[in-house]
């Protein structure tokens, strides 16, 4: 299992970004996939998780609104689209994959849930 980010950067407060987690060696049946974000000194945090068994989504409340996650099944990756960025979504992002999600138990937001990860891709906000 293989989990490549890419997209991140330098942009203003205010403005957009793409991010994109390109996976593969998948072989799990549902599945979730999620973006996670971890700034210096503080805690990781969840972002947006979306599961494979129904394309249904989740997003903490700091980024509902503002971020939205996306899959392309045929090109294999994830996308993280983000706007309306603020200095305070400075942080390095990272996506991740729980192999096993079992309905009514899977926490989305645990990254205890997750096994696999990429190697995170930097975001900064300038204000």
């Known amino acids: 299992v293989q989990l490549v980010e890419s997209g991140g950067g330098l942009v203003q407060a205010g403005g957009s970004l793409t991010l994109s987690c390109r996976f593969s060696?998948?072989?799990?049946?549902?599945?979730?996939i999620g973006w996670f974000r971890q700034a210096p000194r503080k805690e990781r945090e969840a972002v947006a998780c979306?599961?494979?068994?129904?394309?249904?989504?989740e997003y903490p409340d700091s980024v509902k609104g503002r971020f939205t996650i996306s899959v392309d099944n045929v090109k294999n990756t994830v996308y993280l689209s983000m706007k309306q960025l603020k200095p305070e979504d400075t942080a390095t992002y990272y996506c991740?994959?729980?192999?096993?999600?079992?309905?009514?138990?899977?926490?989305?937001?645990?990254?205890?849930?997750?096994?696999?990860w990429g190697q995170g891709t930097q975001v900064t906000v300038s204000s």
């Open positions: 991740a994959t729980a192999p096993t999600v079992i309905p009514g138990i899977f926490e989305p937001f645990q990254d205890a849930e997750y096994d696999y």
């Open positions: 060696g998948f072989i799990f049946d549902d599945y979730a």
């Open positions: 979306i599961k494979s068994s129904d394309g249904s989504k």
